[in-house]
């Protein structure tokens, strides 16, 4: 994302207006951007202020060229300040905004000496803008140089310019795919795409800095940052400029821009309207002069910038930020002797174990990975080689390190392996009585101290914690499948976990780069115990009438990356009946699955994995795009299916209203107490649609009367136990009737029974 204001210490009050210095240097001036009191830099108002003030001493007194570096370890200008674009509420004071970051931008640019920005770390969104405006770009070759523009993340189009002067430096292609993607590029790829004019060593940025002022200087050159059109200085092959060209002929229409409108829609599915609109300004932008352009980026900015979908991925980031603050003062109170610096074991070679083991590799720490027999251990390893080889094929790595990283993992059978491990992850199957005899076994041989996690999904802690010998080091640590690319890990304490192991797990989660929330102990936790009524419905939805292919759809039109019944052929039939079972035998009859749901299981429909589901799988495990996009149809047979119509918005709003029913009985039983981690725990963790907000932030949009309202009404007229299943819980009703809201002042969290 951007700047992240939720790890910022307090300002001091003597410095609140200094956020950076100028110095001069053998004729040379370095704008040194410094914000005090942040780990980053951000363009707000009191920057803009300050940078005008220097602008106007420069061109007082004209140095022989501008350096424009940070003065943070590893940031260049992080982006802007989302707190002050959350702020605004009207066109007038966006526009009044934007006409300000202009004017700066324009003095910047139109300097009669030349300019470098000198970038380390991650030069973002505005940061990127700004660098844009000078006539060079220099670059370390760090791994937190990260330069983008990712503003359509948080449902905006870059605003200060970077939809005009981005494809007038290195092609209409490249700016589309930057600007519409919010990817972030490494030094090495902005050098190939002409974004940067050279990379260097950290330690030289200074001096590569200064040789481009000469090389200025004495060959009468500019860079591309003022160029008008054209690609500046692109490293580019002979095809990226012909389509470069092609994207400014009578044909780019149908042959470019129509192309990418596709691509975002198969992306999006037209939920999020800042990459379209960014593809229509860059599109008319790039007809025109470089001022009339601006002018139509400013007002595409300050129409998305008011809009619902900005105001609720504004509202994610700083929920998420919020989550991190927290937990990342957790993990400082870890005591030494907790502190999970490794080795770390894991319990489990399967494709959860594996991938926890490899994520651990890839942050550097040693791994231990135990399996019963050597060809267990052997399929882990080699799962963790593969996704090792993914990251140095996509450059995230690069061979020396993926090689490293697999080497840090040691595959093992013998429990006592495990004899060094301060903390031990449990990924083992989902049976009671195997954990408890994996916990023992690794009692026995561990040190006293010793962590033990355990990846259940649904086995409250405090049962599996039973077999310990020492309880108050038994905690939870549920992983998301695929564990590289789910970010978010739910820490579950029991009531006898020891302050300082919470503390530790929290620690190490984040170590492995992931959200991380705290909850209450309970079958299901929050995540698993949220996400099954959530399933069930579908399940119910399906008996009564609908077809597969249509409740899929209806959800992945809400919203979803992907629609319940598919999640249930990803995760495995067989595994979602296990955890049913489990959360049958706590909640009773209101989150049973249909009876005709076991016949499923009897007849071996296991899912992808099986290759037989709700839909048919080739060996490849992809779908068989067969019929009604390859749903399997001998389904319906199967559970006696009657067809029967059902209204579109009727299945999503009855799948999602129980997510949030359950929810709220969580919040109900003390499971969790933040709103925040309710928001964030089904997005990052559920695939819950992120421009909603999160499932509250959902539920107080549409009102806890219009929620309880429906509920009632198909409690009332839907089959099966649906009197019991929909019936809305007791918070949701007294919320209603209080007129109360999740995020609010007014919420707060019912004593637990």
């Known amino acids: ?392 094929k996509r450059r995230r790595l690069r061979e020396v390190e993926a090689k490293a990283g697999l080497e840090r993992i040691h595959g093992t059978v013998e429990a006592a392996a495990l004899r060094r491990c301060g903390f031990v992850i449990e990924a083992v199957f989902e049976e009671l009585e195997v954990k408890h005899a994996v916990l023992r076994e690794v009692e026995a041989v561990v040190p006293e101290g010793t962590v033990f996690a355990s990846n259940t999904s649904t086995l409250p802690i405090a049962t599996i914690a039973t077999a310990a010998r020492r309880p108050q080091n038994v905690v939870g640590m549920h992983f998301f499948s695929p564990v590289h690319k789910m970010p978010l890990v739910e820490v579950i304490r029991h009531p006898g976990t020891a302050d300082e192991v919470v503390a530790a797990t929290v620690a190490l989660g984040r170590r492995m780069g992931k959200t991380v929330i705290v909850v209450d102990d309970g079958p299901g936790f929050f995540t698993s115990r949220v996400l099954a009524p959530f399933l069930n419905e579908a399940a119910w939805i399906l008996t009564e009438g609908a077809r597969i292919e249509q409740i899929d759809r209806a959800l992945e039109s809400w919203g979803f990356p992907v629609g319940p019944l598919t999640l249930m052929d990803e995760v495995g039939l067989d595994v979602a009946a296990h955890a049913g079972r489990t959360m049958v035998s706590a909640f009773g009859a209101r989150v049973a699955p249909p009876p005709v749901f076991q016949r499923m299981l009897d007849d071996g429909r296991s899912g992808r994995k099986g290759r037989k589901g709700f839909y048919r799988y080739g060996a490849d495990g992809r779908k068989v795009a067969r019929g009604a996009q390859g749903v399997d149809d001998a389904v319906y047979a199967l559970l006696d299916w009657a067809p029967r119509p059902v209204p579109q918005v009727e299945i999503a709003e009855r799948c999602w209203l129980q997510m949030l029913n359950e929810a709220a009985r969580t919040i109900e039983d003390g499971v969790i107490a933040n709103p925040v981690d309710a928001d964030v725990g089904v997005i990052f963790g559920l695939g819950f649609p992120p421009f909603r907000g999160g499932i509250l932030q959902e539920a107080d949009r549409q009102g806890l009367s219009y929620v309880v309202e429906r509920l009632e009404h198909y409690a009332a007229s839907c089959g099966g136990n649906a009197a019991d299943r929909l019936a809305p819980a007791r918070l949701l009703r007294d919320m209603a009737a209080e007129g109360r809201r999740f995020h609010s002042g007014s919420f707060h969290t019912p004593a637990r029974s």
């Not at 309207?273 to 595409?300: F, I, S, T």
């Open 1 to 392: 994302m951007v700047d992240n204001p939720s790890v910022n210490d307090p300002e001091p009050e003597s410095t609140k207006a200094i956020p950076g210095r100028l110095e001069r240097r053998d004729g040379v001036a370095w704008l040194v951007l410094d914000e005090p009191g942040k780990k980053v830099n951000t363009l707000s108002s009191r920057l803009f202020e300050w940078f005008e003030a220097q602008l106007a001493a420069v061109e007082a007194e004209p140095p022989s060229g501008l350096v424009i570096v940070s003065g943070k370890a590893g940031s260049f200008v992080a982006g802007a300040d989302i707190g002050e674009l959350e702020a605004l509420n009207s066109t007038r004071a966006v526009l009044t905004m934007l006409e300000r970051g202009h004017a700066l931008s324009r003095r910047l640019a139109g300097l009669p000496f030349p300019t470098v920005a000198a970038i380390h770390g991650a030069a973002l969104g505005g940061g990127l803008e700004l660098a844009l405006c000078c006539d060079f770009r220099v670059a370390t070759d760090h791994p937190k140089t990260r330069l983008g523009l990712p503003e359509v993340q948080l449902g905006l189009i870059p605003g200060m310019g970077g939809t005009q002067r981005l494809p007038r430096l290195i092609g209409v292609p490249e700016a589309l795919d930057l600007v519409l993607s919010g990817r972030q590029v490494a030094a090495k790829k902005a050098l190939r795409l002409g974004l940067v004019d050279e990379i260097c060593a950290p330690e030289v940025l200074g001096d590569a800095a200064v040789r481009r002022l000469g090389e200025a200087r004495v060959g009468g050159r500019r860079g591309g940052g003022r160029s008008q059109g054209g690609q500046g200085g692109r490293r580019t092959s002979l095809a990226s400029r012909a389509a470069n060209l092609l994207a400014h002929t009578p044909l780019a229409d149908r042959l470019v821009y129509d192309k990418a409108k596709g691509q975002v829609l198969a992306r999006t599915g037209g939920h999020y309207p800042a990459p379209l609109v960014a593809l229509d300004v860059v599109r008319d932008g790039v007809k025109l002069p470089l001022e009339r352009a601006l002018d139509l980026e400013a007002d595409a900015f300050a129409e998305l910038v008011l809009s619902e979908t900005a105001k609720n991925l504004m509202g994610l980031f700083f929920m998420k930020n919020d989550v991190e603050a927290r937990a990342a003062k957790l993990a400082r109170s870890v005591p030494p002797a907790l502190d999970p610096g490794g080795p770390v074991a894991v319990l489990g070679a399967g494709l959860m174990g594996a991938g926890i083991a490899q994520v651990l590799a890839a942050k550097g720490v040693p791994v231990v990975m135990k399996d019963r027999d050597l060809a267990a251990v052997g399929r882990g390893l080699g799962y963790a080689a593969e996704r090792f080889a993914e990251l140095a």
